[in-house]
């Protein structure tokens, strides 16, 4: 199964922008990546996925490289609210096995 | 609020009790799950249903075991426990449970077993 590694924490400071690296060197070419934040009590919101293209919505930006081996995660604007763990995933077609890392612990700092 | 609703939002039972964990979508999706999410681990899969049929086992333990009555209900219940399965248990739902889909889950149930 392909893995991904991703930094445990991270600090942004407020209205700044808040990039999250995840590394996912042995992902298969029909496997989506995903991104959730879970918020303490709370369960994982989704918040972007996208295959190879770099992909936007009104919650941030997904850059895949070129090789699809990594991508990263860009809030545009933190605010401290954005505070959460932050989790990089991949799902292949025909799979139902979401598989998270560790996730990212990402505090905005005011 | 995600459409996705857990009950209870806690619950402690000791090994030898029955209990049951409800989940409710009120999204109109055909596919849900339960995950497992334990303190140290990544969030771990461990069934899906799709069309009220259970699509994905993965490896559970049979003193975890699934009911889904229809597509908007899914249950889990629970007996003879052990204290490692103290976890915050989460369901999700999804449209069809295709690959390129978003899950949204529920609150999620922090059970603790003594």
């Known amino acids: 199964d392909a893995k991904t590694t991703q930094p445990p924490s991270m600090d942004c400071a407020e209205g700044r922008a808040a990039n999250l690296p995840c590394n996912h060197s042995?992902?298969?070419?029909?496997?989506?990546v995903y991104w959730y934040r879970q918020i303490h009590s709370q369960g994982p919101q989704y918040i972007i996925h996208?295959?190879?293209n770099n992909e936007t919505n009104e919650m941030a930006s997904l850059i895949i490289t070129e090789d699809r081996k990594s991508s990263t995660l860009i809030l545009p604007h933190a605010t401290l609210r954005d505070t959460a763990v932050y989790y990089c995933?991949?799902?292949?077609?025909?799979?139902?096995?979401?598989?998270f890392g560790k996730g990212t612990k990402l505090s905005v700092i005011p | 609020e995600t459409g996705v609703t857990q009950t209870p939002r806690h619950l402690v039972m000791g090994m030898t009790n029955k209990k049951s964990l409800k989940c409710e979508q009120h999204?109109?999706?055909?596919?849900m799950y339960w995950y497992k999410q334990s303190a140290k681990k990544p969030l771990e899969l461990m069934f899906v249903?799709?069309?009220?049929?259970?699509?994905e086992n993965n490896s559970v333990p049979s003193r975890f075991s699934p009911e889904c009555p229809n597509s908007s209900h899914l249950f889990l219940h629970l007996h003879t426990l052990q204290p490692e399965d103290s976890a915050l248990y989460l369901c999700?739902?999804?449209?069809?449970?295709?690959?390129?889909?978003?899950?949204?889950f529920g609150s999620g149930t922090q059970l603790s077993v003594l």
């Open positions: 995933g991949h799902l292949g077609a025909g799979s139902y096995q979401l598989t």
């Open positions: 996208g295959l190879k």
């Open positions: 999204l109109g999706h055909n596919a």
């Open positions: 042995t992902i298969s070419g029909n496997e989506y």
């Open positions: 249903y799709s069309l009220e049929e259970r699509v």
């Open positions: 999700a739902s999804s449209q069809d449970g295709a690959s390129n889909e978003k899950l949204f």
